[in-house]
Nanobody, 124 residues
Framework: QLQLVESGGGLVQPGGSLRLSCAASGFTLAYYAIGWFRQAPGKEREGVSY????????DYADSVKGRFTISRDNAKNTVVLQMNSLKPEDTAVYYC?????????????????WGQGTQVTVSS
């Protein structure tokens, strides 16, 4: 059974950190680019970061550059999003997704398999 599971979300104070993990079972993540997206209440889903299948290419939304870092461990079949210096505007449900391509992008329609999401709340 194919499964993509996010974990690591929670409640954190502004300036704090969280580490989100995206774990796959039933298929190998190494062949695909992986993206992280987020969706806040009343807003559209937006791209946060993505990493190519090789791990050599990454990109970040301007709003998170310098604060978030994406990485992958193909041996563990996981992708990690390290989030530092969190702000209240980072509050959202975070999703990881598998791209149809090896390079990745922020185009939602290029991702054909999604996890169930993990809630991140940044509040004092």
């Amino acid at each position: 059974q194919l499964q993509l599971v996010e974990s690591g979300g929670g409640l954190v104070q502004p300036g704090g950190s969280l580490r989100l993990s995206c774990a796959a079972s039933g298929f190998t993540l190494a062949y695909y680019a992986i993206g992280w997206f987020r969706q806040a209440p009343g807003k559209e889903r937006e791209g946060v970061s993505y990493i190519s299948s090789s791990g050599r290419s990454t990109d970040y939304a301007d709003s998170v550059k310098g604060r978030f870092t994406i990485s992958r461990d193909n041996a563990k079949n996981t992708v990690v999003l390290q989030m530092n210096s969190l702000k209240p505007e980072d509050t959202a449900v975070y999703y990881c997704a598998v791209s149809q391509r090896r390079l990745g992008s922020f185009r939602v329609f290029e991702y054909n398999y999604w996890g169930q999401g993990t809630q991140v709340t940044v509040s004092s």
